[in-house]
Structures are given as structure tokens and as C-alpha cells.
């Protein structure tokens, strides 16, 4: 399971009780998708960033709840469906899976393999990584800038205006 936060962006016009219904539809939505709720926050009327509609102000929601990833996409298809919300928007907090699934970011290295690479960083530090330790970002060369094209045909023939002041 994981956690996530969802926030909800509410039509200011509603009413006390429809807004109350609204946000128990979507916490039904999540206990009956198999999660499990945290907290729900009410943060009350605030004014929008920019339009939405013809709305200038939301109420807004916060909601944190644990469920399975698979289920997210089933919540988000009801919260797009429904008219009383005019934005939501579903981050994932933290990932409580076990231990084993999650891979490390960097493979350890054996004890000699760090010993040569600290060696070798040591006494040349323009040299390029070694192949003992892959993990290493080098940074890429800046291409070169391309030259500018020349203006061929303009130079090869002279315009119209020209060649009249030559005539004369």
C-alpha cells in the first residue's frame, strides 16, 4: 500500500451539506477501492490563482489515505466525472512496501574496487572514470556551435537597384 494525498478544488457555490456530500462520496470512493483514510482537512474558501471557469474562488479539501496504486486511477475516473469538483490533483506521499522490493539507487562496491577508484581520484583528477566504478556521471562536452550559413545567392547576383545605378 501506499500512501497519498489528494486535494480537492470545490465549487465555492455549493452549499454546506453538498460540500460535506461531495467529500463523502469521494472518502466512500477510496474505503470501497480498499484504503484506508488518515486525515481529512477542510482548508475552507480560498481565492484561485486564475479563473477556472467563472469561478475565482475554490473550497478546499485535503485528503490522506493508504490504498493500492491499481486503485488510484478508479478514484481519479470518478473525481473527473463529478461536476461539483473543479480540480483535484493526487500525490503519492510515501511507498510502504516492504524492504525487499525497493532496489538500492547505488550498487555497493567491494572494498578493493573503492580502494583503486579513492587511488586513482587522488593522484589524476582530470583523468576519466575508471571502468571499476560505473556509477560515476561524467559531464557530456558542449558541441560545438554550428556555423552560420552564407548567403550565397545574395552575394552572387547583384540586385535590380544595383545594376540601374551601374547603367547610369
Known amino acids: 500500500m501506499r500512501r497519498y494525498e489528494l486535494m480537492l478544488l470545490l465549487r465555492p457555490d455549493l452549499e454546506d451539506d453538498k460540500l460535506q456530500a461531495a467529500v463523502e462520496k469521494v472518502t466512500r470512493a477510496i474505503v470501497n477501492g ?23 474562488e475554490a473550497s478546499y479539501f ?41 532496489a538500492p539507487a547505488v550498487a555497493p562496491r ?20 575508471s571502468a571499476e566504478a560505473p556509477g560515476e556521471l561524467t559531464p557530456e562536452p558542449e558541441p560545438e556551435p554550428e556555423p552560420e550559413p552564407e548567403l550565397v545567392a545574395a552575394e552572387a547576383s547583384p540586385e535590380p537597384a544595383d545594376e540601374e545605378r551601374a547603367e547610369a
Open 110 to 129: 567491494a572494498p578493493a574496487e573503492a580502494d583503486d577508484a579513492d587511488l586513482a581520484a587522488d593522484t589524476d583528477l582530470e583523468a576519466a572514470p
Open 62 to 102: 485535503l485528503i490522506h489515505f493508504d490504498i493500492e496504486p491499481a486503485q488510484v486511477r478508479e478514484i481519479e475516473r470518478g473525481l473527473l466525472i463529478s461536476e461539483e469538483i473543479l480540480r483535484h490533483l493526487v500525490t503519492v506521499l510515501e511507498d510502504r512496501g516492504p524492504a525487499e522490493e525497493v
Open 34 to 56: 480498499g484504503g484506508s483514510l488518515s486525515k481529512v482537512s477542510p482548508w475552507g474558501k480560498r481565492r484561485l490563482a486564475y479563473d477556472i471557469g467563472r469561478h475565482r
